[in-house]
């Protein structure tokens, strides 16, 4: 009994204990904040970022400006015509092509060879090789003593037998109407009989019988045939002259026909080189119109002139294509 009540004395102790013991202070409850709304967002209108700046158009391009067309215009004069293929010959070592042939008389035989594709080098081992009997057939007659058969049929050899018009490079054969005396240029057909008639030179040749019309060396009225030229499409015109001038003395029947030419045709080569961009004038003066033998010193003379001729000839296509570079502005 006594352990009960010892017992029961301990608990209460130990309940009043627990009732009298501090509690640490309790921090007053902060007043709660309600938080602010979220401002509703003003209606701002969106921006969009700033366009990038246009690119510039690339500019136009511009077709390239073509190279000019520069034509040949070769005059006549019989043997002295080998110094045209000295002036070929050099143009192309420079790198100068002519893309139009224009030809009279003697320039006509060069020329048709020529156009007919082959190089100027070629075209200098054919001359150096040439047998004046290729070009002779005598004849007894009033009109002439030379019939120009072969003449028409070595043009056709050396070209292919092909025609004017199927030629390479452009080409023309400046013969003179032996009835109207008008000025013929032939453009299509028989490459040897336009030659032939464009080198007919009255007396010594025949006259051709083309389409029932004559014609006689086309000297007469075109020494150097520029204006032919110029009507085939040339932009620049290089004029090859080989006639002579007029001399107090000359000997011989060639001789004596050359100065006749030369005399006759003063006028009309002046018109004509009047409209050429270069004029080119071989030292072959005191050749015979007859001398085939001195074809070499004939052609050295023409590659002389062409070789002195070459700056201006640049400068001019340079001029040219300044002027064309500008208009296709």
């Not at 056709?156 to 013929?184: C, H, M, W, Y």
Request: charged residues 20%; proline residues 8%.
């Amino acid at each position: 009994m006594a352990k009960l009540r010892l017992l029961l004395a301990t608990l209460a102790a130990a309940v009043l204990a627990a009732c009298t013991t501090p509690q640490p202070p309790t921090s007053p409850a902060l007043p709660a904040v309600a938080s602010a709304p979220a401002a509703a967002s003003s209606p701002v209108a969106s921006v969009p970022p700033p366009a990038a700046a246009p690119k510039a158009a690339p500019p136009l391009a511009r077709p390239p400006v073509r190279a000019p067309r520069i034509a040949l215009a070769l005059g006549g004069g019989a043997a002295k015509g080998f110094a045209h293929v000295g002036v070929i010959r050099v143009l192309e070592q420079a790198g100068i092509r002519p893309e139009i042939i224009a030809g009279t008389s003697a320039g006509s035989v060069v020329g048709a060879i020529y156009a007919s594709g082959i190089s100027g080098e070629k075209l200098y081992r054919r001359a150096l090789a040439l047998n004046e009997d290729e070009l002779k057939d005598f004849t007894l007659s009033a009109n002439g003593f030379l019939k120009g058969d072969k003449l028409q049929d070595f043009v056709n050899r050396q070209v292919g037998r092909r025609p004017i018009e199927a030629l390479p490079r452009k080409f023309a054969a400046v013969a003179t109407n032996f009835d109207s005396g008008e000025r013929s240029v032939f453009r299509s057909g028989n490459t040897g009989q336009a030659v032939r008639a464009s080198a007919a030179i009255p007396n010594v040749f025949q006259p051709v019988s083309i389409k029932g019309r004559r014609y006689v060396d086309g000297g007469l009225v075109s020494p150097v045939p520029v204006v032919a030229a110029r009507e085939m499409g040339a932009d620049i015109v290089i004029a090859v002259d080989i006639s002579a001038k007029p001399v107090q003395r000359k000997s011989g029947l060639f001789g004596n026909l050359d100065q006749s030419l030369t005399i006759m045709n003063q006028a009309a080569l002046a018109l004509e080189l009047k409209q050429a961009d270069v004029i080119l004038r071989p030292r072959v003066l005191a050749l015979g119109a007859a001398d085939f033998d001195q074809r070499r010193l004939a052609i050295r003379e023409g590659e002389k002139v062409g070789r002195e001729a070459l700056p201006v000839i640049r400068r001019i296509v340079a001029a040219w294509q300044q002027r064309a570079q500008l208009a296709s502005r």
